[in-house]
Each structure stands twice: as structure tokens, then as C-alpha cells.
């Protein structure tokens, strides 16, 4: 409230100040490069143990790329590629990063031949340079129609991914700005009320990102910072602004004064504002228990852009409605005004109300058994790490690897098999038995070239499966090495370390350790907002109360997930294909979001439930005209949120599809149904137990409370 009332009596210190914050921030980000996550901050499990023993002995293979030539599918002139090979390699050589250039291989069903391509330096090294070579590569390609010559390895193709992400971020802001404005437009029926929380959301987000770039260095970006900035910061920066805002307005038609009803509003929804923030930012917090580098940025970024939103709504919004007054209201859109004058605050949600009030066990049960409905497929849910399957095939370098991997099957899925052991010599033997015993299973296969790579008591062998790392096959092979063959030929080595590890390995270990981590993460979150909401409202049923509805809302949408995503059926309408599973990340990430946003307006309707309590209202009415005075508020920030994040739905990479598609069933869900229905349902049926062991009913029975009285409430 001081902040507000300073705020609202200096408006253009407050105005100028907020600039000067938002500039500063901006300017961070361009002086200060963002760090990104290495490889090695993503080492979990056994993989992660293969990959240290490498690097402790120095045995890491060096950057490479690959060049495939084929001929649309047809048998590949030979002549004609050999002389293609002579042109690439002319090129390569001249390419100060490679440093060699292999023999060419090709393919037995003699449809495709590949250059193998060694680059100078290390992985980061290569991801600067590749760009070279990805331009070598098209420089021939245009010499020679007829053919198809394309590059892929993992720098090309990171860099591929990543063009992808950001024309899809762009494709996003387009988008959810215009969309964002239109809503608030309907919302308010007025240009400056509608552009007030658009502006100030992403201002919020410019601002928080150049925050989060000194922060890099101590939470490097796993590479989805930007994306989750602009889902999370637009959906809050608006929603939390929309709050004080409609409340303000309410006040001054109330016949306040504008300094007197933005300080009404500060006490109510600006408080609102401060615990669903709090709640957000306690979720998101979670993330940091998962022990996983991306999610911890992720983390780091949702909080600072949370905590600008709210700063921003009881400072800066405070001085722009004291500077604005009534003009606020101005220039109304005539039709658009006279609609939400008619429908009126709730107009709406009184016709869906009333049944509810009147039957609440009819209506609780109705509604759970919709929750449940929607929640059993969650039961069949799987969960599997991304790979190539999960990748848009509009990128170049994800079509190239995939025929790659068709036409050269031994350079698929490859596994590294590490040992040390106090005898160098006896680990590289033992290696050379599990290759051939490996290769009698008929599982796994010999990289052509590859031998024993040894260094002091050090061996690695790399051995690869004829299937795409996705399927079963595959997974098959790494137990097979882990649980049969590795034990049988290294186990009784004296003094022997070993371990499985490689880019198929690293992806199912990292999924299990999500799934490892899941159920801490849900302690975690749930345990502290449970304690939050106790401590906010003095209440044990309404902290436990809020902890079921979250669960439901989570449940319902891991429901959805599966429904969408596990099977066909919605490929044409969201235009991508069914994997089969939910990428291991996606469950993880969208219980913490979920449980933060869903408090976001739980909090302002619960806020509205209990100022209708403290005026000595029964507990039915102080409900009707909670849900009512807050219906409009919630209808509106729940039709951005789920605005925004569907815009996430169509965009390319499967996991910002299902991330979408996930928070915006569930953000409608929870408005509707169990905001609607499910609680006060459960209100009603609670009555004045509700609230224990707060006194709320006794101490409000005796006197309403005036609105000076509630702002010092």
C-alpha cells in the first residue's frame, strides 16, 4: 500500500524510475553475453560416469560432421559422386576449422555415399565454425542439381534446432501480442485500459531477460530461456496487471477518488498480486530440486521475470493510473464498451453459479467425475527422452540425419563402452571379447573403422545398433551391454571401472532421472504452497483445499497430454506426428508452472470469497459474491493465459506443442470447472469450517467491515 500510495502521489518518478529499470536491464543484455549450458552439466547416471572416464583420459573423439550424397532414393551414380567427392574435399581442405577430411564411404544398398569430416578444436569450436562448412556444402549442392549433398553431425544440427527455436519464438511473439491486446480490448472496451497490461508484460519480459544474463553465469540457459520468459512473463505481466486494474476501476465507480481507489485496489488486489507471485515463484523454485542445469535457468529466468511483473504492478501501474485518472477509460470502442456495460461484473457466471449454489453436492460430483474422466488416461502416460523422431522434419539437418542413419545403419545409434582398470592392456582385451561377443547377438554391430581408443590404464569401444534410437530395438541393445555383456567380460577385471555411456545412453539415462526426480519435486512444491496458503488465509482446510484442486488440474492435463500425444489422431489438427510418448521433460516441467499459475487467480477469487466474510456475509452469499465480483477478472486472465500458451500449439517442435497444449487445457480447465464449479461447491458444503481455525466469522459477525477498515485489513 506505500508503495502504491508513493507511487500514485510521484507518478512520474514512479514512471521515470521503471523506464530507467527497464533500459538498464536491456542494456545488460546487450553488454553482457549470455552463457549457455555444456555438455557436461547434463552428465547424469551412467552415461555421465562414461563420459568423465573419457575425459579424464583424454579419449574424446573430436568434432565431426558428415556429408551424405544420394540421388532421391534411385541407385547413385558412382563416377558422378566420386567426382562430387573430389569437389567437397577440395573445399573441406581449404576450411582453416577441419582438420581432416576421411575416405568415403558408401552405402551397401548403394543408394548414398557419406564424407566423413573431422573438425579442429572442441564441440564449442565446431558450433562457431560449422557455418562454414554447412556453406561449403551448399556452394556444391547448387553446382550439381541433380543431386542431393547435404551435411549433418551434431554442430550442424544443434544449429539447425536452434534456427528452428527461433523462428518459432518469433512466429510466437507475433502472435501473442496482438492476440494478448485483443482480449484486453474486449475485456475493458477501451485502447488505454487494453494497452496498459500488454505493455507493461512485455516490458516485464525485455526486462527480465537482461537480468537473467549475469545470472547465466551462475545458471547457464539450457537453450529455452527466451521461450519460457515470453510464455510465462506475458501470461503473469498481464494477468497480474488486469487485477489491480479492474479493481481500481471498480473503486471509482464506487465514487472514490483515484488516489483512494488505487489504494483500496493495492490492499486487495495488489496483495493478491504479491501471494499469487510468491506462489509462482515458490513453485518454480521446485525446479532447482530436479538437480538438472536447463531446468535450473529455467527456474532462475521464471522467477526474476515474476518478480519485475509484480513489481511492476505496484509501482509503475499505480503512477500510470494516478497520472491517467478517468482518461483510463479512453478512447472507448463504442460496441465493445455498451457489451460490458450490459453483460455487467459476472454477468456470465451468476446463470453458472446459481445452479451450483443451489445443488453443490449434484454439481461436485458432476464435476469430479469430468475431472476423473480426463485424468484416467494419465494412468497409461509414457514418457521418453526426445531424439530424432521428435524433431521437425522441416529442418534440413534433421531429413539429412535420418537418411543418413537409413542408408549407413552402423552409424546410427552408437554406444561407448569405458573402462579403467589398473592393467590398460587387459581392459582393451576384454573390450575386443565384448565386441565380439556383442556382435554374435546380432543386436549390436561393429563401426566400420573404429578400434580400441586407449590411453594409459583407459579403453573405449564404440559399438552401434542398426536402429533408430527411439525404438526398442535400441533400448534393448544398451540393457543387453549394460546388464549382460559388460558385466560378462569386464566384471572380473582387478580394480575395474566401467560404464555405457554415448548420445542414446545419455538421452534414457536423463529421462530416468527425471522420472527419479519427479516425486521430490512434487513434495517439494506442494508441501511449501500448502504452507503458503495456511499461512496467507489463517486456514488449514482452505491450504488443503487449494493442494487437491491443483492436483486435479495437473491430473486432468497429464490426462490430455496422453490423449493428444501418445496417438494419432490429433496429427492433422495440430500438424505434427504422433512419437508415441510425452518427451521425459514436459510432465516435470508442467506440474511446477501448473501448481504457480493455477494460485494465480485461486488466490484473487479466495481474496474476493473472504472480503465478502469479513462484511458478515453467510457463507453462500460471501461465495455469489466472490465468484461474481471475480468472474469477469478470472474469465479474462484465464482467456490470455490460454491465449498465449496455445499459440505454443502451433509451433514446430513437439516439445513447445505439447508444453502448450498442456498448460492451456489445463489453465481452461481449472478456470472453468474447478474454479466455477469445484470450489465453490466445496465452499459452500464447508460453510464456516472453511476458514478454521481463523476466527474470520466471529470477528466479522458483529460489524461489517467499511472500505477505509479493509484497506488496513
Not at 291 to 301: G, R
Not at 321 to 346: E, F, T, Y
Request: proline letters at 5%; hydrophobic letters at 50%.
Amino acid at each position: 500500500m506505500r508503495a502504491a500510495r508513493w507511487s500514485a502521489t510521484h507518478p512520474w518518478r514512479a514512471i521515470g524510475l521503471w523506464l530507467l529499470l527497464v533500459v538498464v536491464a536491456v542494456g545488460m543484455s546487450a553488454v553482457i553475453p549470455k552463457q549457455a549450458t555444456k555438455d557436461k552439466d547434463n552428465w547424469v547416471g551412467q552415461s555421465g560416469v562414461a563420459s568423465q572416464l573419457i575425459e579424464d583420459a583424454n579419449l574424446g573423439e573430436r568434432p565431426s560432421e558428415t556429408i551424405l550424397i544420394t540421388n532421391s532414393g534411385a541407385v547413385l551414380d558412382k563416377a558422378s559422386a566420386t567426382s562430387v567427392i573430389g569437389q567437397l574435399r577440395q573445399k573441406m581442405t581449404a576450411i582453416n576449422a577441419v582438420g581432416n577430411v576421411g575416405q568415403p564411404v558408401w552405402a551397401e544398398n548403394g543408394k548414398a555415399a557419406l564424407l566423413p569430416i573431422e573438425l579442429k578444436g572442441t564441440a564449442d569450436d565446431a558450433a562457431d565454425n560449422v557455418g562454414k562448412l554447412v556453406a561449403a556444402t551448399a556452394e556444391v549442392q547448387r553446382a550439381h542439381p541433380d543431386l542431393s549433398i547435404a551435411e549433418t553431425g551434431e554442430a550442424s544440427l544443434d544449429k539447425g534446432i536452434w534456427k528452428q527455436v527461433g523462428a518459432d519464438l518469433g512466429h510466437a511473439e507475433k502472435l501473442s501480442l496482438p492476440i494478448t491486446f485483443a482480449l484486453m480490448l474486449l475485456a475493458f472496451g477501451a485502447l488505454i485500459a487494453a494497452g496498459i497490461p500488454v505493455l507493461l508484460a512485455f516490458s516485464a519480459v525485455g526486462a527480465a531477460l537482461g537480468f537473467y544474463a549475469p545470472l547465466s553465469y551462475l545458471f547457464p540457459d539450457g537453450g529455452s530461456v527466451a521461450n519460457v520468459v515470453l510464455l510465462i512473463g506475458m501470461a503473469v505481466g498481464v494477468d497480474y496487471s488486469l487485477f489491480y486494474l479492474k479493481r481500481e476501476r471498480e473503486e471509482r465507480r464506487r465514487g472514490h477518488s483515484t488516489i483512494d481507489a488505487v489504494e483500496i485496489a493495492a490492499a486487495t488486489s495488489g496483495h493478491s498480486v504479491v501471494v499469487s507471485g510468491m506462489a509462482v515463484i515458490v513453485s518454480m523454485a521446485g525446479l532447482y530440486v530436479a538437480q538438472d542445469a536447463t531446468f535450473s535457468s529455467m527456474a532462475t529466468a521464471t522467477i526474476v521475470v515474476v518478480a519485475v511483473a509484480v513489481l511492476g504492478s505496484l509501482t509503475v501501474l499505480p503512477a500510470l493510473l494516478a497520472k491517467l485518472g478517468h482518461r483510463v477509460d479512453r478512447p472507448r470502442v463504442p460496441l465493445l464498451w455498451r457489451l460490458n456495460r450490459r453483460i455487467g461484473p459476472g454477468g456470465i457466471s451468476r446463470r453458472i453459479l446459481a445452479p451450483v449454489l443451489r445443488f453443490p453436492r449434484i454439481a461436485l460430483v458432476i464435476a469430479a467425475i469430468g475431472v476423473v474422466a480426463l485424468a484416467v488416461p494419465a494412468l497409461d502416460m509414457k514418457t521418453e527422452p526426445g531424439g530424432l523422431n521428435t524433431l521437425p522434419q522441416a529442418i534440413p539437418e534433421v531429413r539429412t540425419m535420418t537418411a543418413l542413419q537409413e542408408n549407413f545403419p552402423s552409424r546410427g545409434t552408437s554406444y561407448s563402452v569405458v573402462v579403467k582398470a589398473s592393467d590398460g592392456q587387459a581392459a582393451a582385451a576384454a573390450l575386443a571379447k565384448l565386441r565380439g561377443d556383442a556382435v554374435k547377438t546380432g543386436e549390436l554391430v561393429a563401426m566400420p573403422g573404429e578400434e580400441i581408443r586407449a590411453s594409459g590404464n583407459t579403453a573405449v569401444l564404440t559399438m552401434a545398433s542398426p536402429h533408430p534410437d527411439s525404438s526398442q530395438e535400441a533400448k534393448d541393445a544398451l540393457l543387453k551391454l549394460r546388464n549382460d555383456l559388460g558385466p560378462a567380460a569386464l566384471g572380473s577385471l582387478p580394480g575395474a571401472t566401467w560404464a555405457v555411456g554415448g548420445e542414446a545412453a545419455s538421452s534414457s539415462d536423463y529421462g530416468q532421472h527425471q522420472r527419479d526426480q519427479l516425486p521430490y519435486v512434487i513434495a517439494f512444491v506442494l508441501g511449501l504452497t500448502l504452507l503458503m496458503m495456511a499461512f496467507t488465509f489463517r486456514s488449514l482446510a482452505i491450504a488443503l483445499v487449494t493442494t487437491l484442486l491443483n492436483l486435479a488440474s495437473v491430473a486432468a492435463c497429464f490426462g490430455v497430454l496422453s490423449l493428444v500425444f501418445q496417438h494419432t489422431w490429433a496429427e492433422g489438427l495440430l500438424n505434427f506426428t504422433s512419437p508415441g510418448f510425452v518427451v521425459s521433460w514436459i510432465p516435470l516441467f508442467l506440474f511446477v508452472i501448473l501448481v504457480g499459475l493455477s494460485m494465480d487467480y485461486h488466490v484473487f477469487v479466495l481474496g474476493r470469497i473472504r472480503e465478502g466474510v469479513q462484511d458478515g456475509l453467510s457463507p453462500r452469499d460471501a461465495v455469489r459474491k466472490g465468484i461474481t465480483e471475480s468472474a469477469g477478472v478470472v474469465t479474462s486472465a484465464a482467456a490470455v493465459m490460454v491465449s498465449v500458451f496455445a499459440v505454443f500449439a502451433t509451433l514446430g517442435m513437439i516439445e513447445m506443442k505439447q508444453m502448450g497444449v498442456g498448460l492451456a487445457v489445463a489453465v481452461l480447465i481449472d478456470a472453468t470447472l474447478v474454479r466455477i464449479v469445484i470450489l465453490p461447491s466445496i465452499m459452500v458444503l464447508l460453510g464456516r469450517k472453511a476458514w478454521w481455525p481463523n476466527k474470520l466469522y466471529a470477528a466479522s459477525a458483529a460489524e461489517p467491515a467499511t472500505d477505509r477498515e479493509l484497506v488496513k485489513v
